[in-house]
């Protein structure tokens, strides 16, 4: 699974799509302290996010305008479509 899902990453067309986040995740990466490079980054803050709010506790101010929906919530989906981005993948995936 590794090794076709690094491929895809590196894909031109994947590479132009992750591109459209770069400002977000700047931003995103300034506000969390987190590293934020991938569409799998966004997807792991995403789901960190989505886990405190579920234990009702209080998120930073700074997630407003990124969670629920919103740049985060997308990159998080361009991550599942890349975990599915073609039938080996879907195959090694489950």
Do not use: C, I, Q
């Amino acid at each position: 699974f590794l090794e076709e899902y690094e491929r895809v990453k590196k894909l031109p067309e994947v590479k132009a799509r992750l591109n459209e986040f770069s400002d977000f995740m700047w931003s995103a990466a300034e506000l969390s302290g987190k590293r934020m490079e991938t569409a799998e980054d966004m997807y792991y803050l995403w789901h960190a996010l989505m886990a405190e709010a579920s234990m009702g506790l209080e998120l930073p101010a700074w997630t407003k305008d990124m969670f629920p929906y919103g740049p985060l919530y997308n990159g998080t989906l361009m991550e599942y479509e890349l975990r599915n981005y073609n039938d080996k993948l879907k195959r090694l995936n489950g």
